[in-house]
T-cell receptor
Framework: DTAVSQTPKYLVTQMGNDKSIKCEQNLGHDTMYWYKQDSKKFLKIMFSYNNKELIINETVPNRFSPKSPDKAHLNLHINSLELGDSAVYFC?????????????FGPGTRLTVL | GENVEQHPSTLSVQEGDSAVIKCTYSDSASNYFPWYKQELGKRPQLIIDIRSNVGEKKDQRIAVTLNKTAKHFSLHITETQPEDSAVYFCAAKLSGGADGLTFGKGTHLIIQP
């Protein structure tokens, strides 16, 4: 009955590789997000998706590409991984795009680039 | 874009005492201010939120106050308990809704027994 799920939980890979992180929500929400939490615990928005359309892209390198096959899924694909990409990536969802909606976070994916 | 400042970065209080965490935001168009608690290795979870048309909101031992004029909001935890130890994040969201949450840098709250 997990509301927002992510796979994998841990991802260790070499520099230069391409990897994907999957996210699924079973809440029927319209909007999904990706956040990056760095080693200092700072949480920063990367992408928002509303009804399969990209809403924002906050100065994220184009090596990162969100892909949404349907409203319940928002996957994150990363090309040519760099050391600085090491972080915890959280997927989140909210009922609608409106400001007052709570965002529900997934369990996170800890990415380590060697 | 929005910018959220949060203080202090670390707060240590005796069990049973109160804890206060303060945040300021820059964009007057923000109208939703949630607080998230993140335990070690876990996901952020909403503990309380407040909308811009409300000045104060309380839920048991937790309360949040908002001063729109000064653009700051605060989290108050009373009668702190060991399980309150965690990192707390304030956040702000613009009224248009297109942006995600802008988070403060977090406060590591330590409850001393």
């Amino acid at each position: 009955d997990t509301a927002v799920s992510q796979t994998p939980k841990y991802l260790v890979t070499q520099m230069g590789n391409d990897k994907s992180i999957k996210c699924e929500q079973n809440l029927g929400h319209d909007t999904m997000y990706w956040y990056k939490q760095d080693s200092k615990k700072f949480l920063k928005i990367m992408f928002s998706y509303n009804n399969k359309e990209l809403i924002i892209n906050e100065t994220v390198p184009n090596r990162f590409s969100p892909k949404s096959p349907d409203k319940a899924h928002l996957n994150l694909h990363i090309n040519s991984l760099e050391l600085g990409d090491s972080a915890v990536y959280f997927c989140a969802s909210s009922p609608q795009l409106a400001a007052y909606n709570e965002q529900f976070f997934g369990p996170g994916t800890r990415l380590t680039v060697l | 874009g929005e910018n959220v400042e949060q203080h202090p970065s670390t707060l240590s209080v005796q069990e049973g005492d109160s804890a206060v965490i303060k945040c300021t935001y820059s964009d007057s168009a923000s109208n939703y201010f949630p607080w998230y608690k993140q335990e070690l290795g876990k996901r952020p979870q909403l503990i309380i939120d407040i909308r811009s048309n409300v000045g104060e909101k309380k839920d048991q031992r937790i309360a949040v106050t908002l001063n729109k004029t000064a653009k700051h909001f605060s989290l108050h935890i009373t009668e702190t308990q060991p399980e309150d130890s965690a990192v707390y994040f304030c956040a702000a969201k613009l009224s248009g809704g297109a942006d995600g949450l802008t988070f403060g840098k977090g406060t590591h709250l330590i409850i001393q027994p």
